[in-house]
């Protein structure tokens, strides 16, 4: 680029008059700083930290609300509101957690952590788990249809175009099992499900990797609803921390992986 720039100043200055060349001021080439390895490092790292910081703050009002005994109290109240209403059609109100954690696979402005703290006092751990992973796995399997079968017009109206085009260039049908497993677990179930649809990648990897990468994420919420309920703050602030640093860690790996430093 700086080539550039000297020699059409010196084209320039030859074909131009002897008094506009003697008024003229030199040009001067800026230099361009190429983009070290270590700015790459940088730029990777901040991005993935960036991606931590609505977690910790969720983490840290869900512990104000867990600390404090009037917003514990009317918590406790609408968790038992809700368990009583549930009882009474059990079979409606383990289909709606099922659809509701599926639909929170498939769209980002849903979350199946809402709900999850009434699926708990409703029906414990154990069985809270299970629903959990099983939506989520649901959700993925459907955001891969919509991508493989219905297209990207489709695609496009359930989440964002930019997403999509940062990570659909960058994984391919060809993509190594490991490297789809990391993918899934670095990003909202929602993106990769969608990416690898409309790539037509192979279903049964991809179910595999999203059964998986889903697993650790449905036993850690559990686990974190039930520390909340329970008012264990040390429990679930330490157990956030975990999360939020594997979910780093994750996207972080993920980029260096895809920028081929990894």
Same mark, same amino acid.
């Given at each position: ?169 960058? /994984?391919?049908? $060809?993509? =190594?099992?490991? %490297?789809? &497993?990391?993918?899934? !677990?670095? #990003?909202? *179930?929602?993106?990769?499900? +969608? ?33 909340? /309920?329970?008012? $264990?703050? =040390?429990?679930? %602030?330490? &157990?956030?921390?975990? !999360?939020? #640093?594997? *979910?780093?860690?994750?996207? +972080? ?10």
């Amino acid at each position: 680029m700086a080539n550039m720039v000297d020699c059409s100043a010196r084209v320039s200055t030859e074909r131009a008059p002897s008094s506009v060349v003697r008024n003229a001021e030199p040009h001067t080439a800026i230099p361009v700083e190429p983009k070290t390895p270590k700015s790459g490092e940088t730029d990777r790292l901040a991005a993935a930290c960036k991606r931590a910081l609505v977690p910790v703050l969720l983490c840290a009002a869900l512990a104000i609300v867990a600390s404090s005994d009037a917003l514990y109290s009317g918590l406790l109240w609408l968790l038992t509101s809700a368990e009583a209403i549930i009882k009474t059609h059990p079979v409606s109100g383990i289909l709606l957690f099922v659809v509701f954690a599926a639909l929170s696979a498939m769209l980002a402005f849903v979350s199946a952590a809402v709900i999850t703290p009434v699926a708990i006092h409703t029906w414990g751990e154990p069985l809270s788990m299970l629903l959990l992973w099983s939506g989520w796995t649901l959700g993925g399997v459907c955001a891969y249809g919509v991508g493989r079968f219905l297209g990207r017009p489709a695609v496009t109206s359930l989440t964002s175009t930019a997403a999509l085009a940062r990570w659909e260039d960058r /994984i391919s049908t $060809r993509a =190594p099992f490991g %490297l789809v &497993l990391l993918f899934q !677990v670095a #990003l909202p *179930s929602e993106v990769p499900g +969608y990416v690898l649809g409309l790539l037509r990648y192979r279903f049964a990897k991809y179910v595999l990797a999203l059964a998986l990468a889903e697993l650790p994420y449905a036993v850690t919420t559990i686990y974190l609803g039930a520390s909340f /309920i329970e008012r $264990r703050i =040390p429990a679930f %602030l330490g &157990l956030g921390i975990v !999360v939020v #640093l594997f *979910s780093v860690w994750a996207f +972080y790996t993920l980029q260096k992986r895809l920028s081929g430093k990894g």
